[in-house]
């Protein structure tokens, strides 16, 4: 009976020694885990500043900062609301309104003719160039005679 008691007390000893081995590589795992970690939170901490900081210097314009209006950059601006209110009325001609329309005349009083002198692009004259293109338009001046 002593024989199987010493064979149960060496079975446990090599148990107790087995966990007490796995308890030392836990811990040295433990250990390099908890300092991986305040490095991840170090590292975390030095971005998280750092995207602050350019979260700040995106928000700058030449409105807040000494920066130059060159340097806004495309983004547009939020357009400035106006103060005036709205009246009800629907946009353009309201109804029971008669509209006129400027017609031309067959013989205008004043005919203006508008040359080219020279070529945009080239610098060429065009004096001698012959006319392609016709356009008429109505200019009204609303101005009364004076007498």
Known sequence: ????IEQLVAVHARQ???LEQRIVTQAEQVAKLLE???????????????????EARLKKDSHNSHKPPSSDGPAKLPRRRSRRRRSGKASGGQPGHSGTTLLQVAEPDTVVVHRASACAHCGTTLKQAPITARDRRNVSIGMTPIG
């Open 1 to 4: 009976m002593a024989a199987g």
């Open 16 to 18: 107790v020694a087995t």
């Open 36 to 54: 991986a970690q305040a490095a991840s939170s170090q590292q975390i901490l030095v971005l998280s500043t750092r995207v602050a900081e350019l």
